[in-house]
Protein backbone atom coordinates (compact mmCIF):
# COMPACT_ATOMS: atom_id res chain seq x y z
CA UNK A 1 0.00 0.00 0.00
CA UNK A 2 1.52 3.47 -0.58
CA UNK A 3 0.57 6.45 1.42
CA UNK A 4 1.56 9.91 1.33
CA UNK A 5 2.87 11.62 4.05
CA UNK A 6 -0.48 13.18 5.35
CA UNK A 7 -1.83 9.43 5.09
CA UNK A 8 1.06 7.89 7.17
CA UNK A 9 0.18 10.50 10.04
CA UNK A 10 -3.38 9.57 9.99
CA UNK A 11 -2.57 6.05 10.28
CA UNK A 12 -0.27 6.63 12.97
CA UNK A 13 -2.67 8.67 14.87
CA UNK A 14 -4.89 5.73 14.48
CA UNK A 15 -2.85 3.08 15.65
CA UNK A 16 -1.61 5.09 18.40
CA UNK A 17 -5.31 5.83 19.88
CA UNK A 18 -6.43 2.14 18.77
CA UNK A 19 -2.67 1.33 21.57
CA UNK A 20 -4.31 4.00 23.81
CA UNK A 21 -7.71 2.09 23.83
CA UNK A 22 -6.42 -1.55 24.27
CA UNK A 23 -4.25 -0.09 27.36
CA UNK A 24 -7.46 0.99 28.83
CA UNK A 25 -9.11 -2.43 28.37
CA UNK A 26 -6.42 -4.56 29.82
CA UNK A 27 -6.53 -1.90 32.88
CA UNK A 28 -10.20 -2.61 33.24
CA UNK A 29 -9.57 -6.64 33.01
CA UNK A 30 -6.41 -6.65 35.31
CA UNK A 31 -8.20 -4.24 38.08
CA UNK A 32 -11.67 -6.60 37.67
CA UNK A 33 -13.32 -8.71 40.38
CA UNK A 34 -15.50 -11.70 40.18
CA UNK A 35 -19.59 -10.28 40.39
CA UNK A 36 -20.50 -12.72 43.33
CA UNK A 37 -24.15 -12.45 44.29
CA UNK A 38 -24.53 -12.08 48.51
CA UNK A 39 -27.89 -13.77 48.19
CA UNK A 40 -29.80 -15.44 45.78
CA UNK A 41 -33.74 -14.17 46.10
CA UNK A 42 -36.70 -16.06 45.46
CA UNK A 43 -38.53 -15.36 42.09
CA UNK A 44 -41.50 -14.43 44.42
CA UNK A 45 -38.74 -11.37 45.63
CA UNK A 46 -37.85 -10.37 42.83
CA UNK A 47 -41.09 -9.61 41.04
CA UNK A 48 -41.71 -7.52 44.95
CA UNK A 49 -38.84 -5.96 44.17
CA UNK A 50 -39.22 -5.20 40.32
CA UNK A 51 -43.15 -3.75 41.41
CA UNK A 52 -41.83 -2.02 43.78
CA UNK A 53 -39.06 -0.38 42.00
CA UNK A 54 -41.30 0.57 39.44
CA UNK A 55 -43.75 2.46 41.64
CA UNK A 56 -41.16 4.15 43.70
CA UNK A 57 -38.03 4.09 41.87
CA UNK A 58 -34.85 2.45 42.40
CA UNK A 59 -32.87 4.25 44.77
CA UNK A 60 -35.97 4.58 47.46
CA UNK A 61 -36.78 1.01 47.15
CA UNK A 62 -32.73 0.22 47.82
CA UNK A 63 -32.42 2.78 50.61
CA UNK A 64 -35.69 0.80 52.13
CA UNK A 65 -34.15 -2.99 51.16
CA UNK A 66 -30.99 -1.42 52.66
CA UNK A 67 -32.47 0.07 56.19
CA UNK A 68 -34.57 -3.29 56.54
CA UNK A 69 -32.10 -5.75 56.19
CA UNK A 70 -29.39 -3.60 58.38
CA UNK A 71 -32.13 -3.29 61.30
CA UNK A 72 -32.46 -7.45 61.11
CA UNK A 73 -28.76 -7.72 61.01
CA UNK A 74 -28.74 -5.13 64.32
CA UNK A 75 -31.08 -7.19 66.02
CA UNK A 76 -29.43 -10.86 65.04
CA UNK A 77 -26.36 -9.45 66.50
CA UNK A 78 -27.64 -8.11 69.90
CA UNK A 79 -29.22 -11.22 70.32
CA UNK A 80 -26.55 -13.73 69.45
CA UNK A 81 -23.87 -11.44 71.72
CA UNK A 82 -26.35 -11.78 74.54
CA UNK A 83 -26.14 -15.41 74.46
CA UNK A 84 -22.66 -15.53 74.23
Do not use: C, H, P
Not at 57 to 62: D, I, M, R, S, T
Request: without cysteine; glycine residues 2%.
Amino acid sequence: MKLNNEEKKQLSTAIDNMNDALDVFIELYNESEEDVSIIEFEDQTIKAIKRAVDAYGKEAVAKKINTIITEIFSFLAETKGSKS
